[in-house]
């Protein structure tokens, strides 16, 4: 199943002329990942729809002060950057439309999506719209998340990619969007 320009800026209203830059990223990433029933194509749009600020952003806002944070500690430990004060928490801040964070998450998509570890020394690429999208569906095949929307679990979803329940009502606004325009039963 594809959707359309009309249908994704009917999802995220606020997208605007980025539908258009990123419907066929994100349909291409969906088909290779299986991201293919409404109900899979509905919770997915939406959690990308949230994170990426309906598709205005591709890499995470924040100071150095706030990237720091990804830099030294238990945060930086867990997402396999270097404990010194060398920068990993800005090179490796969040990117693509699920916003891929840390060396160690960016070093397992860079192999599912290329073979290799290039994203390690251009993190970048995950700023562009092919590889954006298919970051965000690599991340989303990886964690089993097309199983948890065939049962509706969306919480479960929101946890697994964002650790927590954050930005739940945005989220749900859009799942609510997108099931009402890609669920509809046919007449």
């Keep these: 199943m594809t959707i359309t320009q009309s249908q994704l800026q009917k999802i ?27 109900k899979r194509i509905a919770a997915f749009l939406a959690q990308v729809g949230h994170e990426s600020g309906q598709l205005h952003y591709v890499r995470e806002l924040g100071s150095d002060q706030y990237l720091s944070k990804y ?22 801040r969040g990117r693509g439309l699920i916003q891929i964070t840390g060396r160690h998450n960016y070093q397992q998509c860079s192999l599912g999506l290329f073979g290799d570890e290039r994203l390690l020394e251009l993190p970048e690429l995950l700023e562009q719209p092919q590889w954006a999208a298919e970051s965000a569906a690599w991340f989303w095949a ?46």
Excluded at 24 to 31: K, P, T, V
Excluded at 73 to 89: E, H, K, Q
Excluded at 145 to 166: H, P, V
């Design 142 to 187: 990886q964690n089993g998340l097309n199983e948890l929307a065939d049962r509706d679990q969306f919480n479960s979803i929101t946890r697994r990619i964002n650790g927590g329940l954050n930005g739940l009502q945005d989220r749900l606004q859009l799942w609510a969007r997108a099931r009402a325009v890609l669920c509809q039963p046919s007449v």
């Design 71 to 92: 830099d030294t500690g238990l945060l930086a430990a867990r997402l396999g950057n270097t404990l010194a004060i060398d920068g990993d928490g800005q090179k490796y």
């Design 12 to 38: 995220m209203p606020n997208a605007r002329s980025q539908a258009g830059v990123f419907i066929s990223a994100l349909n291409g990433a969906m088909d290779v990942h299986s991201i293919n029933t409404p």
